[in-house]
């Protein structure tokens, strides 16, 4: 998408509108300023020249035949108006201007007799009208400059010079909030293609840089469920190419030799290789969401405890009473579930301790273990599938390597968070991190 104005682009088409509101705006603006200001300031000036005829005609009648011409030299220097006697026809306008029309209807409703505009080939500029007064026909002249005003082309010009400077200014705003929907546009189709690309610049107005953000984001998770799917894909195969091996073999010696051990040795790479599609399967769901349910949090962990240590396990558990909040059940159990394999995996014999800390705004659980710790700079990555710390990938001191992957996700999907931490004895600590509104009453 590119910049080019188009009528079925973004910008073209909210141009389009600026313009078109701003220019039907303009001549509604513009025609209510000449009916309500011009015309009626026209009437009024027309009006006052017609009183100014009839009042210089009676003075020119009342005047000493010696005064008469200092009137006439003073009316047409000062005020622009010839007046005397009529002692020439004149052509009749036939058609007046309307600002002329309302003089002459002024005019005639001011002598109560009826006139008519008259003009001079020598004279193209100036207007006529003969006026009977005292037995005589007293001629009166005015310059057609005299009805000419600036108000109606100052009025186009503000309105004109209005409307560019509005729909200018409503461009470079639209073009401003296009810009970045331009850029996003091709991200999106860049993205659709399976091309990775550099971060939008999230810059503007708050909501497009939170849309941009919000896009970053989106393309960065995508990118990592890309990788992730490659990871998960490669780590499958490998870890069902070593128990399909040893099936083989196991197979080949049976056929020479049959042995209850080897037998049991299958049905144990049987069991692994199900342990491995399963919790490849656990990760696959880890997207689905679930709705939340009023949930005694202290009840879910101790009979969790209770359940581990039915089969060996020791169990530490340190929980308050009647902690209920709204959370999604299956998903809260899985997460805690997988925290706790994790941690007995690499205690050993030692006993696992959790603990849950209601806090301000927060559930914070613990699930603290005895083994050797993560280092700091592989505490994030072993949230990633089948990252494993110990290089040999063997299952019994690594698992299966998707536990954390799983822990992860289903946290990001509900908001929680989930932190990896060091205790004094140089056991890792795993905090499940909830947040909270107001407990549910029981």
Known sequence: MNHRFRASTLFGRTALAFTLAFLIFSLFS????????TLPLTKRVADDLSSMAVLSAQIWVELPPGTRPDFEREM????????????SSLSVDVSPEFYENYFIQSLNGRTGKSHTLLFDNVMPEWRWVDIPMGGRIIRAGFNQKRFTT???LT??????AGTLIAVITSLVIVRRVTHPLAALVRATTRVGAGRRGAPLEEKGAEELVELTRNFNRMEEQLQMLMENRTTLLAGISHDLRTPIARMQLELELLEENPDREMVQDMRDDLVEMNEIITATLQLSKGLTQEASQPTDLCREIIELTAEYERHGNEIESECQE???????LSTFRRVLHNLIDNAIRYSGAKPVRITCITQVDQVCIEVIDQGPGIPVDQRRAVFQPFKRLEGSRNRTSGGSGLG?????QLCRMNDWRVELDQTEAGGTVARLKLPIDTPQSE
Do not use: C, K, W
């Open 30 to 37: 513009l025609s209510l300023f000449i009916y309500f200001v």
């Open 155 to 160: 009025m186009i010009v503000m309105v004109v």
């Open 76 to 87: 047409r220097e000062h005020h622009q108006f010839l007046i005397g006697l009529a002692d």
């Open 150 to 152: 600036q108000i109606p």
């Open 404 to 408: 954390l992957a799983i822990v992860d």
């Open 322 to 328: 009647r902690l209920t909040y709204n959370v999604p």
